[in-house]
């Protein structure tokens, strides 16, 4: 089993600011990692997937980088809207595993 | 409106046995590859299992023998049988399409449901 190690757990933004969120694979999962926000109550929603792609209707502020073991979400300048938890997951083989989420709150 | 909807969640004693299934509308299940993804409650996500469109399935090792998933052509619905039910296994429990981007062959969960909730507890 692949095992996604995410973090910060918590990070503090204010709104307009850059919040970063890194996310580690224990092998290499080339760029086969995806990205998801939840909201409370809510589904999980597609945000990035082949580590850099947005999904269809994202905003651009939703960037993400990286491939191997090593890849990072960054929004650029938080929204109101964008406080939420959010998860990396790989896909690199059928066993998909979740990282254990990022909560990004407001400070 | 493409959309998928779970039921069959609920209060069931540990060793219990339940049904979840996940009604699918504005596309066919059996065209695409589906999965169970679970969430304890204040926990992160979980994947369980997944039904491909050729019909092999695949588990995680925390259910495997214990759950079976399945798929109904004629109902256009996805299910999972969960038997021998641990407290462990109380979660919020969303099926989700999984689709590949032909391009690049990168896989995403693009469409989900808004879960069903199984308590396991005596």
């Known amino acids: 089993e692949i095992v996604m190690t995410q973090s910060p757990a918590t990070l503090s933004v204010s709104p307009g600011e850059r919040a970063t969120v890194s996310c580690r694979a224990s092998?290499?999962?080339?760029?086969?990692l995806a990205w998801y926000q939840q909201k409370p109550g809510q589904a999980p929603r597609l945000l990035i997937y082949g580590a850099s792609t947005r999904a269809t209707g994202i905003p651009a502020r939703f960037s993400g980088s990286g491939s191997g073991t090593e890849f990072t979400l960054t929004i650029s300048s938080l929204q109101s809207e964008d406080f939420a938890v959010y998860y990396c997951?790989?896909?690199?083989?059928?066993?998909?595993?979740f990282g254990q989420g990022t909560k990004v709150e407001i400070k | 409106e493409v959309q998928l909807v779970e039921s069959g969640g609920g209060l069931i004693q540990p060793g219990g046995s339940l049904r979840l299934s996940c009604a699918a509308s504005?596309?066919?299940?059996?065209?695409?590859?589906m999965n169970w993804v679970r969430q304890a409650p204040g926990k992160g996500l979980e994947w369980v299992s997944v039904?491909?469109?050729?019909?092999?399935?695949y588990y995680a090792d925390s259910v495997k023998g214990r759950f079976t998933i399945s798929r109904d052509n004629s109902k256009n619905t996805l299910s999972v049988q969960m038997n021998s039910l641990r407290a462990e296994d109380t979660a919020v429990y969303y099926c989700?399409?999984?689709?590949?981007?032909?391009?690049?062959?990168?896989?995403?969960?693009?469409?989900w449901g808004r879960g069903t909730l199984v308590t396991v507890s005596s």
């Open positions: 997951q790989q896909y690199n083989n059928w066993l998909r595993t």
């Open positions: 039904i491909y469109s050729g019909g092999n399935t």
């Open positions: 504005g596309f066919t299940v059996s065209n695409n590859h």
């Open positions: 092998q290499s999962i080339s760029s086969n």
């Open positions: 989700a399409r999984e689709v590949v981007d032909v391009m690049t062959v990168d896989w995403y969960f693009d469409l």
